[in-house]
C-alpha cells in the first residue's frame, strides 16, 4: 500500500526498476569512494586496526594472568581518569556559554489582559490576592 492508501500497480514498480542503468547503480554506490577514498566509508577497518587490537587483547589476557589485582586496579584507575576527563572537558564547555539575551526582548507593545476575580465573602484573602496580582512580572496600566 503506498503511503496515499492507494495500492501501487504493477506496472509502477516495473517501469521504477527499469528506469535505472546497471552504469547509474555503479555510479550512485561507489561513485564517491572512486572519487574520494579517503573521506569514504567503504572501507571500515584496516589490518593496522585489527594488529593493534589483537596486540591490545593480547596484552590484556598476558596482564590478568600474571597480576590480576594490579590489572583491575589499573584498568579501574584508566576508566576512571577517562570519565574525570570526560567530565572536565563538559565542564569547560559549559563554563564557556553565555546566554544571548538575560530576558526575551520587549515588544512595543505589551497584549492587555484583564483578570476577573470574584470573590464573595472572602475578604479576608483579598490583600493576598493584590500582593499575588502585584508580584506579576508585567508592565501594568
Not at 598476558?62 to 572536565?88: D, K, N, Q, S
Not at 497584549?111 to 464573595?120: A, G, K
Not at 496580582?133 to 508592565?139: K, M, N, Q, T, W
Request: proline share 6%.
Amino acid at each position: 500500500m503506498g503511503m496515499d492508501g492507494t495500492e501501487p500497480r504493477s506496472n509502477e514498480l516495473r517501469d521504477a526498476a527499469v528506469a535505472v542503468s546497471a552504469a547509474e547503480l555503479d555510479a550512485a554506490s561507489l561513485g564517491f569512494h572512486r572519487a574520494f577514498p579517503r573521506r569514504s566509508a567503504k572501507r571500515v577497518i584496516y589490518v593496522t586496526q585489527i594488529l593493534f587490537l589483537a596486540a591490545l587483547a593480547a596484552a590484556f589476557v598476558w596482564a590478568m594472568r600474571e597480576a590480576p589485582a594490579l590489572t583491575f586496579g589499573a584498568l579501574h584507575f584508566t576508566a576512571l581518569a577517562l570519565f574525570a576527563l570526560a567530565i572536565g572537558f563538559r565542564l569547560i564547555a559549559a563554563s564557556s556559554l553565555k546566554p544571548l539575551l538575560s530576558r526575551l526582548a520587549e515588544p512595543k507593545v505589551w497584549p492587555i489582559y484583564r483578570i476577573l476575580c470574584p470573590l464573595y465573602r472572602e475578604a479576608n484573602v483579598a490583600p493576598d490576592l493584590v500582593s499575588a496580582l502585584d508580584a506579576l512580572d508585567y508592565p501594568g496600566t
